[in-house]
Nanobody
């Protein structure tokens, strides 16, 4: 059974940092493209960052230069380092195994102004 479990969300002030984790079981993340997505209330969801099986990364325009996606193959975990956080980054963040139906349950990130 495949599971993706996000963690690391929370409440921080604008300008602060958070690191989200997406830990997987039943699937090897390094063999797949993995993405972080977010959904804020009343807004369209958007792609935050992706990392390919080869390690190539891609970022949404709104987070370029502030967020970094990375992967620890030994821990079978993908991370999202988020710096210089803004109130508009407030959302539920999900990880996804791209090209499959596997999504995590999400973790709430709230940025106070």
């Amino acid at each position: 059974q495949v599971q993706l479990v996000e963690s690391g969300g929370g409440l921080v002030q604008a300008g602060g940092s958070l690191t989200l984790s997406c830990a997987a079981s039943g699937i090897t993340l390094s063999l797949n493209a993995i993405g972080w997505y977010r959904q804020a209330p009343g807004k369209q969801g958007d792609m935050v960052a992706t990392i390919s099986s080869g390690g190539n990364t891609n970022y949404g325009d709104s987070v370029k230069g502030r967020f970094t996606i990375s992967r620890d193959n030994a821990k079978n975990t993908v991370y999202l380092q988020m710096n210089s956080l803004k109130p508009e980054d407030t959302a539920v963040y999900y990880c996804r195994c791209i090209g499959t139906t596997y999504w995590g349950q999400g973790t709430q990130v709230t940025i106070s102004s």
